[in-house]
């Protein structure tokens, strides 16, 4: 993978990574509970079912990418199509009256495999993965190496983007639960969504 294919790769990973999904609510879930430091057996929990699911997207798309163009051409605007739609859904989102909870402390065991079942059965990272990975894999050259690249890269910008959100939540939840700045979230990770789809749909592949 070229450096100009994986600096791409890594906006279009920070991208779906800051847009919030199960593992984001999961995360922050967590952070507003129990601090960052006590969130990490969790957002490490979301790491392995993702690596899972990488491994798994990983394996089957081998032989497609090696033998048709037009089966790459459906994959990659579908999944254009489905980021535009995420976005639309998220911005017109209803806001929450309230994520916190008073059930009693869950042991950070518990949390880490719960976080993996989370992502694990995340159908909107399977198709994130399957839109992205496509479009960055060169035909002629080695899947293997470059499977990996991409799965260290997503798996480490995730990470990070996860520590984030545990440190909001556990500072400003109050800040962020408010209607008015759950819309404005709504709305500005709406338009991440569909950056994301605008970027997918231009990148072409080596």
């Known amino acids: 993978m070229s450096l100009a294919a994986w600096l791409t790769f890594l906006v279009a990973a920070v991208l779906i990574s800051v847009s919030p999904g199960a593992g984001a609510i999961n995360t922050m879930s967590n952070g507003m509970r129990y601090g960052v430091r006590r969130s990490l057996p969790a957002i490490m929990g979301l790491q392995l079912g993702f690596g899972i699911q990488i491994l798994l997207v990983g394996a089957g798309l081998g032989a497609i990418i090696a033998s048709s163009n037009i089966a790459l051409s459906v994959i990659k605007w579908l999944g ?29 065991h518990k949390r880490f495999w719960n976080a993996v079942f989370v992502n694990l059965t995340n159908p909107k990272a399977t198709v994130f993965l399957v839109a992205l990975f496509p479009q960055f894999l060169v035909a002629d050259a080695p899947h293997g190496p470059q499977l990996i690249t991409m799965g260290v890269t997503l ?11 545990a440190l909001l939540a556990s500072q400003l939840f109050r800040f962020m639960t408010t209607a008015r700045r759950q819309r404005q979230m709504n709305r500005v990770f709406g338009g991440l969504f569909v950056t994301a789809a605008v970027a997918l749909a231009s990148f072409k592949r080596a």
């Not at 739609?85 to 950070?108: A, H, T, Y």
């Not at 798996?155 to 959100?165: A, K, N, Q, S």
């Open 80 to 108: 254009v199509a489905y980021l535009i739609w995420l976005g639309i859904s998220k911005w017109r989102e209803p806001v929450m009256e309230s994520m916190d909870d008073d059930r009693q402390p869950v042991s950070g």
């Open 155 to 165: 798996i480490l910008v995730d990470c990070l983007v996860m520590l984030g959100y």
